[in-house]
């Protein structure tokens, strides 16, 4: 689950990124996503990265947020790679950002239920 307030943002995010891609941190439970978790990240046309040692450590960040600047908002195998490496729900967005487009994995990039409250 995660609240409508995180997806609102995530939404804004992306939109105010695209063209490039959008990259961020998900907060909350195992249960529910509580906030999105601004870092320090690069972003780029076909691409979004982000140095790993300028996360701050908290136990609530629990994965990944990116977007795609085009329709496909399916993990590929870069994506694939860094699920593996951090947090258990990731979650795709592409154009045109809106919640039809919003996607979530597990960290073996199995698609998710995502349950809006």
């Known amino acids: 689950m995660i609240k409508k307030e995180v997806v609102e943002s995530i939404i804004m995010a992306a939109r105010n990124v695209y063209p490039d891609e959008f990259f961020s941190m998900l907060g909350g439970t195992s249960k529910l996503i509580e906030e999105l978790v601004i870092v320090p990240a690069t972003y780029g046309k ?16 629990i994965g990944t947020i990116h977007s795609h600047p085009s329709v496909y908002n399916h993990p590929s195998k870069a994506d694939l790679d860094a699920f593996r490496k951090f947090g258990n729900i990731h979650i795709i967005i592409s154009h045109p950002y809106d919640l039809n487009t919003i996607r979530a994995f597990d960290n073996k990039g199995n698609q998710e239920q995502l349950k809006v409250i």
């Open 46 to 61: 076909n691409f979004s990265s982000f140095r790993s040692d300028l996360i701050p450590f908290d136990k609530k960040i």
